[in-house]
Nanobody
């Protein structure tokens, strides 16, 4: 069972992109789904999360531009990205964890081992 991202690519500044993540059946204790990203030479950072009630959380750098959503019927986790900036260029990862409260998954410096499941990542490049 593995998370699998899709939808990355090259996009112009100001453009939009939608990432998707196929989510396998996890233990019921897995209450938190999230998107992370890692730019070249930087730490992996959590940018958006959604808990089992559907409550969505974002870091300031993407708030108002990115939307996380989960379709339980289709077992998919999506990230809709708008008004993309060159600073959004990174490898994007889907993640899942048993973490309470879920907002803790977005804390700066979170050890990667604190997340129970990772996808392989999909590259997003914002460039003219």
């Amino acid at each position: 069972d593995q998370l699998m991202e899709s939808g990355g690519g090259l996009v112009l500044p100001g453009g939009s992109l939608r990432l998707s993540c196929a989510v396998p059946r996890f233990p019921t204790s897995t209450n938190c789904m999230a998107w992370f990203r890692q730019a070249a030479g930087k730490q992996r950072e959590g940018i958006a999360a959604i808990d089992s009630t559907g409550f969505a959380m974002y870091v300031d750098s993407v708030k108002g531009r990115f939307t996380i959503s989960q379709d339980n019927a289709k077992s998919m986790l999506d990230l809709e990205m708008r008004s993309l900036e060159t600073e959004d260029t990174a490898m994007y990862y889907c993640a899942a964890a048993d973490m309470r409260p879920c907002v803790l998954i977005l804390r700066v410096g979170l050890p990667t081992q604190d997340v129970d499941y990772w996808g392989q990542g999909t590259q997003v490049t914002v460039s003219s």
